[in-house]
């Protein structure tokens, strides 16, 4: 069964700084790694999709990383603004053809970021 | 924003009664899925669709049932809620099994049940 762990749960960093967030997954035969955001009460925003084959995306001050064979990814935060404070999510697609099981994303738990003014 | 809605947005139900949650969508997208989100669990799968009344279950699906009668439409039943059901609840979806396969949120349902 696919396990993802996001490390660190919880994150208070000052403003400006930039930040790491991981994430590991126990299966590598995924098919794509996806990073969300989530404010409090709201859904989640998509933020970057990894395909397997690739190594990483960029997108404005963020990058992620995938090395599939270690079962691991990074976000990237570059410069980080009180905006940033939200709960990162990361989400691992099983691959095609894998067998049985049930599909969709397997998710981590978070990591819950405050950016200090 | 992918265009999802979900209705209600938020819902308090009483032990027992059954409870339809709806997740409508204007993408066209083919797959569709239904979590729910619990501290110290994150979220889950509970159904999910590939296709107009194709349907399978996922990690926690019992106690819940899906229909899916038209490509925008994926309900999804609590037959009998269950404080054990008090949630909140997510529609996604994603256009393609193998390419496009980004998946986008709704904004939740909140359920209580009392």
């Known amino acids: 069964k696919q396990e993802v762990t996001q490390i660190p749960a919880a994150l208070s960093v000052p403003e400006g700084e930039n930040l790491v967030l991981n994430c590991s997954f126990t299966?590598?035969?995924?098919?794509?790694l996806q990073w969300f955001r989530q404010d409090p009460g709201k859904g989640l925003t998509s933020l970057l999709l990894i395909q397997s084959s690739q190594r990483e995306q960029t997108s404005g001050r963020l990058n992620a990383s995938l090395d599939k064979s270690s079962g691991r990814s990074t976000l990237y935060i570059a410069a980080s603004q009180p905006g940033d404070s939200a709960t990162y999510l990361c989400a691992v697609l099983r691959g095609p053809y894998s067998g049985g099981g049930a599909d969709g994303l397997t998710f981590g738990k978070g990591t819950h970021l405050i950016i200090q003014p | 924003d992918a265009g999802i809605t979900q209705s209600p947005r938020h819902k308090v139900t009483e032990t027992g009664t059954p409870v339809t949650l709806r997740c409508h969508q204007t993408?066209?997208?083919?797959?569709m899925y239904w979590y729910r989100q619990d501290p110290g669990h994150g979220l889950r799968l509970i159904h999910y669709?590939?296709?107009?009344?194709?349907?399978d279950k996922g990690e926690v699906s019992d106690g819940y049932s899906v229909s899916r009668s038209k490509t925008e439409d994926f309900l999804l039943t609590l037959e009998s809620a269950t404080s054990s059901q008090t949630s909140v609840y997510f529609c996604?979806?994603?256009?393609?099994?193998?390419?496009?396969?980004?998946?986008?949120f709704g904004q939740g349902t909140r359920l209580t049940v009392v």
């Open positions: 996604a979806i994603s256009e393609s099994e193998l390419l496009n396969t980004e998946a986008f």
């Open positions: 299966d590598s035969a995924i098919y794509n």
């Open positions: 993408e066209n997208h083919r797959y």
């Open positions: 669709s590939y296709g107009v009344k194709d349907t």
